[in-house]
């Protein structure tokens, strides 16, 4: 299936800053708000579903010996159409 990015931002920011729209976004679904993601005039609003699909994923890039770079990712996702997805066990994150 083809991937169309409807809105990207990548920027090194505080952790403090980080936490920050962490929470909005989390304010937001506790709401059941839209998320709005908006920089300079780019703009995009999404709707996520009550029971969207959450996936945390832990990576490591670089070569097998050596230092590479470590990232934390976490998705939202549903189908368009409302479909939605079984969970495959707890996440638990500390």
């Known amino acids: 299936m ?3 990015v409807l809105f990207e931002s990548e ?9 920050a729209y962490l929470r ?5 679904l506790d709401a059941g708000n839209a998320i709005t993601l908006t920089r300079g005039d780019e703009s995009t609003t999404l709707e996520p579903p009550a029971r969207p699909t959450f996936e945390v994923k832990a990576e490591r890039e670089g070569p097998a010996e050596g ?15 409302g479909g939605e997805e079984s969970a495959d066990g707890e996440l638990e994150i500390e």
């Open 24 to 28: 909005t976004v989390a304010d937001s």
């Open 2 to 4: 083809p991937e169309e």
């Open 67 to 81: 230092p590479g770079e470590l990232s934390v990712e976490f998705e939202l996702e549903w189908d368009e159409d």
């Open 11 to 19: 920027s090194r920011r505080s952790r403090e800053e980080i936490a």
